[in-house]
């Protein structure tokens, strides 16, 4: 096997690393997969790399440190070695898809995986070791972690968190048929509190609590003594700005967001993994889309989740939803759980104008006329706004003139038709749906 193929682009330090065990001779064999003589192999290739005796760490309910070792991975780290590979006749590469904005960077790369190397990071004498092993259902496989001294290790988690800090991304988890998935997206177009539009009272009080929640000094929870934990719940029309919020939170605070996708699969076992995870990262925000999704099967565990003494610690959460008909009224009608409710409602006339005025409309239309289309468009979301405001640019590029009442006449029309279901205009208007037969 070829160790450290074509790398493109990773500075992940390496020198054709050897393999920790072999499939070779007899004894070689006898020890493959096998646990400790496999453990007692990487603690004296690390006691020889160090200079000294190593120590086996166990991260408990969480995935933050291994979640920071892909990331050093994916960015190129420099402080990351490739020590060696585990076992020959297990995969030791892995190519992914470049998924930066930037053209230079575009295309696949491949890199060492996670699974089945040892990873080195030589500062803090701690090293990482994802070893694989036999299951009833085929490949498994065991997380290890080694340090020389505790200090080290504390250094070395420090060291990383500041690194992610500095550099934002949002976490995904979603719950998916094969379990809990986690992803660590980029934050490509920074969204400022200035780009969010809402009523600027709640805009007020939500960043107000923001803020507070995550001041070093925590001295306003310590005064009053209130509970260093913080839920609230964002409902309204799809399209008004509750995903803009979010994000923008996710670009000015400086702690770590998480962004959790309800599905059909989620369960109590994935319910628990989230909120572990959540408070090893703590303080941190953790949003939940559509919280009204919750499958029926679990909504009890995880209102007794939201009620543990120590279950949200240091969590900000942030659930949404477009449809509160559909909340549990449970959810918000006992203290500790969500502790209050902002309706982000459509935009009113004067919000409408400064969106449009925002998005660029006035490179195509005057001061009056934009008055105009903010009187007219009543009752549009800021999704469809930005949508007039595309149609606009487009009919501007291939017409070189705008005509606003057409647009937003097809637009309405084209809403009514949605709500309505009466899709066909030539006398054979029917609602769209499924025939059997």
Same mark, same amino acid.
């Given at each position: 096997? #070829?160790h450290?193929?074509?790398?493109?682009?990773m500075?992940?330090?390496s020198?054709?690393?050897?393999f920790i065990v072999?499939?070779?001779?007899?004894r070689?064999?006898?020890?493959?997969f096998?646990y400790?003589a496999?453990? @007692?192999?990487?603690? /004296?290739f690390? #006691?020889?790399?160090?200079?000294?005796e190593?120590?086996l760490?166990?991260?408990?309910?969480?995935?933050?440190?291994?979640n920071?070792?892909e990331? !050093?991975l994916?960015?190129?780290?420099?402080g990351v070695?490739?020590a060696?590979?585990l076992?020959d006749?297990v995969e030791?590469?892995?190519?992914?898809?470049?998924?930066?904005?930037?053209?230079?960077n /575009?295309?696949?790369?491949i890199?060492?995986a996670?699974?089945?190397n040892l990873?080195?990071?030589?500062?803090?004498?701690?090293?990482?070791a994802?070893v694989?092993r036999?299951t009833?259902?085929?490949?498994?496989?065991?997380?290890l972690?080694?340090?020389?001294?505790?200090?080290?290790?504390?250094s070395?988690?420090?060291e990383m968190r500041?690194?992610?800090l500095?550099?934002?991304k949002i976490?995904?988890?979603?719950d998916?048929?094969?379990?809990l998935?986690?992803?660590?997206?980029?934050?490509?177009?920074?969204?400022?509190?200035?780009?969010?539009?809402?009523?600027?009272e709640?805009?007020?009080?939500?960043?107000?609590?923001? !803020?507070e929640?995550?001041s070093? $000094?925590r001295?306003?929870?310590?005064?009053y003594?209130i509970?260093?934990k913080?839920?609230?719940l964002?409902?309204?029309?799809p399209?008004?700005g509750k995903t803009?919020?979010?994000?923008s939170?996710?670009?000015? #605070?400086?702690?770590?967001v998480?962004?959790?996708?309800?599905?059909?699969?989620?369960s109590s076992?994935?319910?628990?993994e989230?909120?572990a995870?959540?408070?090893q990262?703590a303080p941190?925000v953790?949003?939940?889309? !559509?919280? $009204?999704?919750?499958p029926?099967?679990?909504?009890s565990?995880?209102?007794?989740?939201?009620?543990?003494?120590?279950?949200?610690?240091?969590?900000?959460?942030?659930?949404?939803?477009?449809?509160?008909?559909?909340?549990d009224?449970?959810?918000m009608?006992?203290?500790?759980?969500?502790?209050?409710?902002?309706?982000v409602?459509s935009?009113?006339?004067?919000?409408r @104008?400064d969106y449009?005025?925002?998005?660029?409309?006035?490179?195509?239309?005057? !001061?009056e006329?934009l008055?105009?289309?903010?009187r @007219?468009t009543?009752?549009?979301?800021l999704?469809?706004?930005?949508e007039?405001?595309?149609s606009?640019?487009?009919?501007?590029?291939?017409?070189?003139?705008?005509?606003?009442?057409?647009?937003?006449?097809?637009?309405?029309s084209?809403?009514?038709?949605?709500r /309505?279901?009466?899709?066909?205009?030539?006398?054979q208007?029917k609602k769209?749906?499924f025939?059997?037969?």
């Amino acid at each position: 096997m #070829t160790h450290m193929t074509n790398m493109t682009n990773m500075r992940v330090k390496s020198a054709k690393p050897p393999f920790i065990v072999s499939g070779g001779g007899a004894r070689e064999q006898s020890e493959y997969f096998n646990y400790i003589a496999v453990v @007692r192999k990487i603690t /004296s290739f690390l #006691t020889d790399r160090f200079g000294s005796e190593i120590q086996l760490y166990y991260q408990d309910d969480s995935h933050e440190a291994w979640n920071g070792l892909e990331e !050093d991975l994916r960015r190129g780290y420099e402080g990351v070695e490739h020590a060696a590979s585990l076992f020959d006749l297990v995969e030791t590469n892995v190519f992914v898809y470049n998924t930066d904005n930037d053209p230079k960077n /575009s295309g696949y790369k491949i890199r060492p995986a996670v699974l089945n190397n040892l990873f080195i990071y030589m500062k803090h004498q701690v090293a990482f070791a994802r070893v694989p092993r036999t299951t009833v259902n085929g490949l498994g496989y065991e997380n290890l972690i080694f340090a020389a001294s505790d200090e080290g290790m504390l250094s070395f988690l420090r060291e990383m968190r500041e690194r992610q800090l500095s550099d934002p991304k949002i976490i995904i988890f979603t719950d998916t048929r094969d379990g809990l998935e986690q992803e660590r997206h980029k934050v490509t177009v920074e969204v400022s509190r200035s780009d969010v539009f809402m009523e600027e009272e709640l805009k007020t009080q939500i960043y107000r609590s923001i !803020d507070e929640f995550f001041s070093k $000094d925590r001295s306003f929870f310590q005064t009053y003594g209130i509970p260093y934990k913080r839920g609230i719940l964002l409902y309204g029309k799809p399209g008004n700005g509750k995903t803009t919020l979010v994000k923008s939170i996710s670009s000015t #605070t400086n702690a770590p967001v998480a962004y959790w996708q309800i599905t059909e699969y989620t369960s109590s076992g994935s319910i628990q993994e989230v909120f572990a995870a959540a408070v090893q990262m703590a303080p941190m925000v953790l949003v939940i889309e !559509d919280i $009204d999704s919750m499958p029926e099967s679990c909504r009890s565990y995880f209102l007794n989740i939201l009620d543990g003494a120590t279950s949200k610690e240091g969590i900000y959460l942030i659930g949404t939803t477009n449809y509160p008909e559909r909340i549990d009224p449970a959810l918000m009608n006992r203290a500790g759980r969500f502790d209050r409710a902002y309706e982000v409602k459509s935009p009113n006339e004067g919000m409408r @104008r400064d969106y449009l005025l925002y998005k660029g409309m006035s490179r195509f239309i005057s !001061d009056e006329a934009l008055m105009h289309t903010a009187r @007219r468009t009543e009752g549009f979301t800021l999704a469809q706004l930005s949508e007039l405001y595309a149609s606009a640019a487009l009919q501007m590029h291939y017409e070189n003139e705008v005509n606003l009442e057409h647009l937003i006449a097809e637009m309405k029309s084209d809403y009514d038709k949605g709500r /309505s279901r009466e899709w066909m205009t030539d006398g054979q208007s029917k609602k769209l749906g499924f025939v059997l037969g």
